[in-house]
């Protein structure tokens, strides 16, 4: 298979409309589907079903697209890492990737520590939206991730487990629940004008649903604290609250454990200092 004929593939089984990935690749449509005529020949399989109501995915397509963006992250970031270790002097050692507004303590923590320690190179911190650091980490435009079982995937990653911790329910403060000593997950669901926020899908839909569409943690919290939305994250978040929220124990959430993560192949020597320095904290 070719990359050309892998990334056309992976942009139709996205958008499940011909029309719409030829616009997203910047070509003609009639090019785009023999493109995918001639992959599903050579691979002998049907990929996509085609009725007049639309395409769909078939089971093989399904296992190529889960494949080809695993291959196609591993071009991207063949590319990248090798333009950043011919970069000049002075370029960012190390590239870490961490959600925003999550584990903020134990980033802080570890950063200091890290630049204490002898032949520590830069650490450039980036941060992204809900569920975007595990891309980053495939794809080479991060080096290594803190990560949260089990909301991101650690498959075919190396990791160290750095934290577990509970969850708990947001809600704005004043709300009749915040006077419970704890809830489980269906009473949220069934909260009256407050309801669970819909997150970014790995293909950067949203589910459907009556929650406002939710990008990262900062438009979260502001949500809550306006009596717009209520939702389910780790303990560590009760750092970020001020008086207009309430955070409540969900007992029966489930533990949420905060991991570093790098590509299994690194051979870095900055990268192996800094997990080691991440497992003693």
Avoid at 10 to 34: D, K, M, N, T, W
Avoid at 111 to 135: F, H, K, S
Avoid at 155 to 163: N, P, R, S
């Amino acid at each position: 298979m070719e990359t050309r004929e892998l990334r056309y593939f992976v942009a139709v089984a996205e958008e499940l409309h011909f029309g719409r990935a030829a616009r997203r690749l910047g070509i003609a449509q009639p090019p785009l589907s023999r493109a995918v005529q001639q992959l599903e020949r050579r691979l002998g399989a049907t990929l996509l079903e085609r009725t007049s109501r639309g395409v769909a995915l078939t089971d093989a397509g399904a296992v190529l697209l889960r494949e080809g963006r695993a291959a196609l992250d591993a071009v991207a970031a063949a590319e990248r890492r090798t333009r950043r270790a011919a970069a000049p002097a002075g370029s960012p050692g190390l590239v870490l990737v961490t959600k925003a507004g999550a584990s903020t303590e134990l980033l802080a923590k570890l950063l200091d520590a890290y630049a204490a320690e002898p032949g520590a190179v830069d650490v450039d911190v980036v941060l992204c939206g809900i569920g975007e650091q595990e891309r980053h980490l495939r794809d080479g435009r991060a080096d290594v991730a803190l990560l949260h079982r089990p909301f991101d995937s650690t498959t075919g990653l190396d990791t160290e487990e750095l934290h577990t911790e509970d969850q708990v329910a947001l809600l704005p403060a004043g709300h009749p629940m915040t006077a419970r000593p704890h809830l489980r997950v269906d009473d949220l669901a069934a909260i009256p004008g407050l309801p669970m926020p819909r997150r970014r899908r790995d293909d950067g839909s949203y589910p459907d649903g009556p929650g406002p569409e939710v990008h990262d943690n900062t438009q979260l919290l502001q949500l809550v604290a306006l009596g717009r939305a209520t939702a389910i994250l780790p303990e560590s978040v009760r750092t970020h609250l001020h008086d207009d929220m309430v955070a409540v124990p969900v007992i029966d959430a489930p533990s949420v454990t905060t991991v570093i993560a790098w590509p299994p192949h690194s051979r870095s020597l900055p990268l192996a200092q800094l997990i080691r320095t991440a497992t003693r904290l």
